[in-house]
């Protein structure tokens, strides 16, 4: 793979049109689109891991996504810095990884169901458990696993650039880049990933970006391709974040204590090789006293650790990456101080953030909401003469509206659009209202 093909102002829906001059660039323009979209605002009322809103605040799917979208924003100017000193691809873009790392950050939980990932289990479990098993015999095996084994990132993708009904061609117009810089799983359902990057009503357009960008083909019987380069920029501005953020979160609840995340932050800083940097972190504690900005402080040291650790990694690996050998994640690759403090971050939320019971009742609730709501609207779009099916129907947004012609893999699809862009809060309130819940 290569840089000068790589980098690409094409968008989708838009490819025989002529690009015309902005005041600014067309990698800004795709972050401003996702930030002025309505499924992008949506995302302050779904739930990152914590149930919302409480009596303090803590991440949305909105704010990390911004957060995100910072971390990434680093990362990309730092790579791009490197590209241009090393005389790698077109200047005028490669100026722009910040601006396309940052937009990619932005749309990768767009994706995303009510209620985290057990608003993805709520789906696949339908269809393998509950009244949706009726269908597998009338669905190809590939569509069948797209359902089964729902994935926010593919429906990311999806999101991006399907025509929705009374929606321009194209989706939201993205540069072929951005798009293809959220596709963490660059293959279809069906070849025994864990996850996928697309499902199959989008694999022409997948393999078109695909194609176009010069993604290295790495399995050609299995179709797997290799990522592109800008994913390890997102996927690790993700991961810093929210393994980071969770712990400040867990401080602000008090489920984890002011000792605790004071030692699982600085552990990520050696005490012999780096003392200088506990010196200046009591310094400040001397002049910032308060518990939480004390704790806010040692987060912003550790991202930005991290971010230069990060950079590091990319850009020593960078061949390999081009290649599409370069394995895992970037955060992987950590070593010494940052690695130990990166598992203990991890085991750390596994144990005590996210089997915390607040965590664990939102996730029950949505699984039970989600079933509901798919048993109740796939009955509808499949039998719409039923009378209760015709009461159901006008909840459907005219973009996601099926006919009677409609393949069943498309009205199944038209649900789950539906209900994978709803906010927890609407999906709770629409719940209720179908359930009979809170009438007089």
């Known amino acids: 793979m290569n840089w000068e093909q790589l980098l690409s102002t094409i ?18 323009r795709d972050y401003d689109r996702l930030i002025f979209s309505s499924p992008f605002r949506r995302l302050q009322d779904k739930t990152q891991v914590f149930p919302l809103p409480g009596s303090v605040f ?24 490197k590209l241009l000193q090393a005389g790698l691809g ?24 009510p209620f985290g990932h057990s608003g993805e289990e709520a789906i696949g479990h339908y269809f393998t458990n509950g009244e949706g098993l009726q269908f597998k015999n009338e669905l190809t095996t590939s569509q069948w696993t797209d359902i089964t084994r729902f994935e926010g990132n593919a429906n990311a993708l999806r999101m991006l650039t399907h025509a929705f009904k009374g929606r321009r ?36 357009i997948f393999e078109h970006i695909a194609q176009s960008l010069g993604l290295k083909l790495m399995d050609e019987e299995k179709g797997i391709y290799a990522r592109h380069p800008l994913v390890y920029l997102v996927e690790a501005a993700d991961d810093i974040c929210y393994q980071v953020m ?32 506990f010196v200046k972190i009591q310094e400040i504690f001397k002049e910032v006293t308060d518990k939480n900005e004390q704790m806010a ?26 290649e599409g050998t370069f394995r895992k994640g970037l955060i992987d690759h950590l070593t010494g101080t940052e690695l130990e403090a990166m598992e203990t971050c991890k085991t750390t939320a596994y144990k005590r953030i996210y089997k915390h ?19 109740e609207f796939i009955k509808a779009v499949t039998n719409p003469d039923d009378f209760y ?36 809060v609407y999906a709770l309130d629409l719940y209720k209202k179908i359930s009979g819940i809170g009438l007089k």
């Open 11 to 28: 968008r989708t829906g838009q490819e025989e049109k002529k690009e015309i001059n902005h005041d600014r660039t067309q990698f800004q």
């Open 389 to 424: 099916s015709k009461m159901l129907l006008p909840f459907i947004p005219e973009q996601f509206a099926t006919n009677e012609d409609t393949p069943l893999y498309e009205k199944i699809q038209s649900v789950l659009d539906f209900i994978s862009g709803m906010t927890d």
């Open 58 to 81: 803590v991440h949305n799917r909105l704010t990390h996504s911004l957060e995100v979208a910072s971390v990434g924003r680093s990362l990309g100017n730092n790579i791009s810095s």
């Open 297 to 322: 402080f040692l987060r912003a040291k550790v991202i930005g650790k991290l971010v230069n650790q990060c950079t590091d990694i990319f850009w020593n690996k960078h061949e390999a990456i081009l």
């Open 90 to 113: 077109n200047p005028d873009l490669v100026a722009e990884i910040g601006s396309v790392v940052a937009a990619a950050c932005l749309a990768h939980d767009l994706g995303n169901p």
């Open 246 to 277: 969770d712990i400040e979160d867990a401080h602000k609840l008090k489920i984890l204590s002011y000792e605790e995340t004071y030692q699982l932050l600085t552990a990520f800083f050696d005490k012999e090789t780096e003392a200088h940097e």
């Open 357 to 375: 019971p607040s965590v664990v009742e939102i996730e029950i609730a949505g699984y039970r909401i989600l079933g509901t709501l798919l048993e």
């Open 169 to 204: 061609k194209g989706g939201f117009a993205m540069t072929y880049t951005t798009i293809a810089s959220i596709l963490k799983y660059p293959y279809e359902s069906g070849i025994g990933m864990k996850k996928f990057g697309y499902f199959q009503s989008e694999k022409a």
